[in-house]
């Protein structure tokens, strides 16, 4: 529903349609659906919650920087990294 270009902001409506579509077809084999959106506004968490209940969809709320929470890339690897292409970050790792 939001951050597909990685900020806080609502997605284009038919990028919206496209992905619930796809996710209920996922349910309607008889997945269990299990959203996580990255969000901090609360009137944002409050219209995710709503939709994901129209669709009986499981919402969970929480942080973009995953990363912070387990501490497997350091700070300064990360700053060293930014802006590289990912083969050249993958061959430093080795």
């Known amino acids: 529903m939001f951050g597909i270009g990685h900020v806080e902001r609502m997605n284009a409506q038919g990028d919206i349609d496209h992905s619930t579509g796809l996710l209920e077809e996922a349910k309607a084999a008889g997945k269990k659906i299990f959203v996580i959106e990255y969000l901090a506004n609360k009137t944002n968490i ?37 802006g590289q292409p990912a083969a050249a970050a993958a061959k430093r790792a080795n």
């Open 46 to 82: 409050a219209r995710a919650w709503k939709f994901m209940r129209e669709h009986d969809f499981v919402l969970s709320v929480g942080q973009r920087d995953l990363y912070e929470l387990s501490n497997i890339v350091e700070p300064d690897a990360r700053k060293a990294e930014a």
